[in-house]
């Protein structure tokens, strides 16, 4: 049981975290920005050091009600949750702001084949 509230707790980090950076470049402060992304960079390291239970626990983003978690937690998952992620990424690249960017930035790596973010 102890394993699963850790991986629910990273995956809120996770989460918590990306919305913070979001909302800190809204702002145009770079410099919490940075520090909202090293929290959820190290929520990310700790959840892929569980292999595919910490992939399956942040795949529950996926569904988040804001579309910037979505597509981070998407552009970490495309090659373990191919079609999810992608089905997201694709959405939100229809739409505007930081969001829409990151997913059109992922979905090109991704078409170029230098999509780097979870190597096997």
Partial sequence: MGVVKDLNRLVEEFAENVAAQTEAVKRGDAKTGNKHANRYTSALKKLRSEGNAGRDALAVLLQHPRPDVRVKAAAFLLRYRTAEAKAVLEAAASGDGVAAIG??????????????LDPE
Avoid: D, I
């Fill in 103 to 116: 997913a059109v930035m992922t979905l090109k790596h991704w078409a170029e084949g230098t999509w780097a």
